[in-house]
């Protein structure tokens, strides 16, 4: 992970720096900020790097704070037990292309067949956007007000624009977490937050690193949609290192 490499490329310039990966998978902006108010913010950090994911913002309902815990109460698990094997089996062997490429048809016509075309995001939607800024823009304030530095990080992914055939498959697989938009506005609207995180980046007056300038549309630097190969993640690091080497006295 890109967050391992950086501490080593920060060590290899100061042994006066630790890096803290406090990342949690599947966690929107709002999420985010609870995490740093009510945790991560304890660590009492001098900077705080922001790579946030803008797809969550194509989700169904978009993004929102997480539930309270019911501390006081125990969930039960009610569900009848049933053998893991089937489930192992699956984890273990790879399906042919083509069957793959039926469930994922049948997965997205689950998920698209009771809406009309009005559900659909065929352009960037612009309120979606907008809450984008305001919760960037809110948990960059929130770094801000308890003492530490942040950095944001414009959001790097593997296509082209337009994609190329051979990245259809992929990004059409990245589709079953956002159905409602549309293959071209899943890209459209990374391109269109990377440049509000450069605006908000401005407005608060804090660094800015373009992930996505150089990063994006290098399909050998990604394993999927979004996510780091090795050698991808070491691009990422040393970036990463650059940048923060204006930002904190790596000496």
Request: with cysteine.
């Amino acid at each position: 992970e890109y967050p391992a490499q950086l501490a080593d490329s920060l060590r290899r310039r100061t042994a006066c720096v630790e890096v803290v990966n406090a990342a949690v998978a599947g966690l929107s902006l709002p999420g985010v900020q609870e995490l740093w108010e009510n945790w991560a913010s304890r660590f009492r950090p001098a900077v705080v790097v922001v790579y946030p994911s803008p797809a969550f913002y194509l989700s169904n309902r978009g993004p929102s704070a997480p539930a309270p815990v019911r501390s006081s109460s125990v969930i039960q698990d009610r569900r009848p037990w049933r053998p893991r094997l089937w489930q192992r089996a699956k984890d273990a062997f790879e399906f042919p292309e083509f069957i793959q490429r039926r469930r994922l048809a049948a997965a997205l016509e689950a998920a698209t067949a009771s809406h009309d075309s009005t559900w659909f995001f065929r352009e960037v939607p612009q309120d979606r956007l907008e809450r984008y800024r305001a919760d960037l823009t809110s948990l960059t304030r929130s770094i801000t007000a308890r003492g530490a530095r942040p950095v944001l990080v414009t959001h790097a992914m593997r296509f082209h624009i337009p994609p190329t055939p051979d990245e259809m498959p992929i990004l059409n697989g990245w589709r079953r977490f956002t159905p409602r938009a549309l293959p071209t506005v899943m890209l459209e609207f990374e391109v269109a937050a990377a440049r509000v995180t450069g605006q908000v980046a401005r407005s608060e007056e804090v660094p800015l690193v373009d992930a996505a300038g150089r990063l994006s549309a290098h399909p050998g630097w990604f394993a999927d949609f979004a996510h780091f190969t090795d050698e991808g993640a070491a691009v990422m690091a040393g970036l990463l290192a650059d940048s923060l080497a204006r930002v904190i006295p790596l000496r």
